[in-house]
T-cell receptor, first 111, second 112 residues
Framework: GQQVMQIPQYQHVQEGEDFTTYCNSS?????IQWYKQRPGGHPVFLIQ?????EVKKQKRLTFQFGEAKKNSSLHITATQTTDVGTYFC???????????FGPGTSLSVIP | NAGVTQTPKFRVLKTGQSMTLLCAQD?????MYWYRQDPGMGLRLIHY???????AKGEVPDGYNVSRLKKQNFLLGLESAAPSQTSVYFC???????????FGPGTRLTVL
C-alpha cells in the first residue's frame, strides 16, 4: 500500500549545525504536511506544501516539495536546543479519505 | 480557548475490559480524527468524522468504535481491549478535511 518514508530515522547534531530530513514516496503525492512533536508532547502542525517545486520558509526552517511531487524536505539552519523533537511528514489524500504519516525523524541537539 | 482536550491522560486496562476515550474541541471544527502512535511507526488513523453524526474508518479501525453525537465531541471506544492496543492515542480536529490538524495532548493506554 501507499507508504511515506522518512530518512534519517535519527539525527544527532551539535547545536549550531544544520539539519535536514527527507520524506519520500514511490508514488506522486497530493500534498505534504509537516508536523513537529516534542518529547512527551503532541504533534504540532508546521506547514503544508501543495505545488510542485514549492519552497516555503519559516525563520530557520525551509520546506521544499520536489518537482515530481514524490519527495519533500525540511531543512533547519543553525539548530538550537528548542528544535529537539520528532519531525513527521504526512500526505493527505482527500480523494481517498486518507492521511498517511511517515515514521518520523528524531532530532537531538547537543548543546 | 482550550483547543483539543482528551480524557483520560493515562489508563491501564486488563485484557477484555472496555473503555471510552473522550475528545473535545472548542474550535467549532467539523472534522475530527483518532490516531494511535506506536514507536517507530508514526501516527495511524483509526477513525475519523466529517461532521456531527458521521464517522468513517481509517487505516486501522479493527477493535475500535467511535461516535460523534455532538459536534465538539468525538468518542473512541474499545469494547474488548487487547495487549496489541497498548499505545498512545491522539485526537485531532481540523477546519478543512485532512487540512491543518490540531492535536490533543494524548492518552497513554496500557493493556495487560
Amino acid at each position: 500500500g501507499q507508504q511515506v518514508m522518512q530518512i534519517p530515522q535519527y539525527q544527532h547534531v551539535q547545536e549550531g549545525e544544520d539539519f535536514t530530513t527527507y520524506c519520500n514516496s514511490s508514488t506522486t503525492l497530493s500534498n505534504i504536511q509537516w508536523y513537529k512533536q516534542r518529547p512527551g508532547g503532541h504533534p504540532v502542525f508546521l506547514i503544508q506544501l501543495v505545488k510542485s517545486g514549492e519552497v516555503k520558509k519559516q525563520k530557520r526552517l525551509t520546506f521544499q516539495f520536489g518537482e515530481a511531487k514524490k519527495n519533500s524536505s525540511l531543512h533547519i539552519t543553525a539548530t538550537q536546543t528548542t528544535d529537539v523533537g520528532t519531525y513527521f511528514c504526512a500526505e493527505a489524500k482527500t480523494s481517498y479519505d486518507k492521511v498517511i504519516f511517515g515514521p518520523g525523524t528524531s532530532l537531538s541537539v547537543i548543546p | 480557548n482550550a483547543g483539543v482536550t482528551q480524557t483520560p491522560k493515562f489508563r491501564v486496562l486488563k485484557t477484555g475490559q472496555s473503555m471510552t476515550l473522550l475528545c473535545a474541541q472548542d474550535m467549532n471544527h467539523e472534522y475530527m480524527y483518532w490516531y494511535r502512535q506506536d514507536p517507530g511507526m508514526g501516527l495511524r488513523l483509526i477513525h475519523y468524522s466529517v461532521g456531527e453524526g458521521t464517522t468513517a474508518k481509517g487505516e486501522v479501525p479493527d477493535g475500535y468504535n467511535v461516535s460523534r453525537l455532538k459536534k465538539q465531541n468525538f468518542l473512541l471506544g474499545l469494547e474488548s481491549a487487547a495487549p496489541s492496543q497498548t499505545s498512545v492515542y491522539f485526537c485531532a480536529s481540523s477546519y478543512v478535511v485532512f487540512g491543518e490538524q490540531f492535536f490533543g495532548p494524548g492518552t497513554r493506554l496500557t493493556v495487560l
